[in-house]
């Protein structure tokens, strides 16, 4: 699979799983990256917000 079709897929997946309870997702295609073969897609909230626990942590609401 290419690169291009891997990140539209993964646009695909994060909007089909988002709750209505959730902030708005979206990907951060500035550390869009590829490891063992592995496309590493990581989103980001649209508001910016800085993590509420450093890099990488999950806020619960």
Not at 19 to 27: D, G, K, M, Q, T
Not at 41 to 60: F, I, K, M
Request: hydrophobic share 35%; proline share 10%.
């Amino acid at each position: 699979m290419e690169q291009d079709e891997a990140l539209q897929l993964a646009v695909a997946f994060l909007a089909e799983s988002q709750s209505e309870y959730e902030p708005p997702l979206a990907i951060d295609t500035e550390r869009v990256s590829q490891s063992n073969g592995l496309l590493i897609v990581p989103y980001n909230t649209d508001e910016a917000q800085p993590p509420a626990h450093g890099p990488g942590s999950q806020r619960l609401v």
